[in-house]
């Protein structure tokens, strides 16, 4: 099987910066798509920014410019940049990953997330 785990979150000013970090665990053979998702109280959850391969990236246009998604493929580990926060990012942020991994002989693929970590955006 595989894990998720989100780390990096926590209580930031307006204007100011975290790094998210999502490392996946298990007996991966693949990982394609990375992602990360928010969601604010009351809100539906909504993609943040995402990354195919090493380099092919998008971001929700509300983030545009202030976000940045990388990849570390030798450590599995997906990372995004915020810079500028403002209030509105505050939410919990969930790491996404399709993943294929292998049991015995057999490869399987399918998506799977983090358990979310709280970014707080507030003077």
């Known amino acids: 099987q595989v894990q998720l785990v989100e780390s990096g979150g926590g209580l930031v000013q307006p204007g100011g910066s975290l790094r998210l970090s999502c490392a996946a665990s298990g007996s991966i053979v693949s990982i394609n798509r990375m992602g990360w998702y928010r969601q604010a109280p009351g809100k539906q959850r909504e993609l943040v920014a995402q990354i195919f391969g090493e380099t092919t990236t998008n971001y929700a246009d509300s983030v545009q410019g202030r976000f940045s998604i990388t990849r570390d493929n030798a450590k599995n580990t997906v990372y995004l940049q915020m810079n500028s926060l403002n209030p509105e990012d505050t939410a919990v942020y969930l790491c996404?990953?399709?993943?294929?991994?292998?049991?015995?002989?057999?490869?399987?693929?399918?998506?799977?997330w983090g358990q979310g970590t709280q970014v707080t955006v507030s003077s």
């Open positions: 996404n990953a399709d993943v294929t991994w292998r049991s015995g002989t057999l490869w399987y693929t399918n998506a799977y």
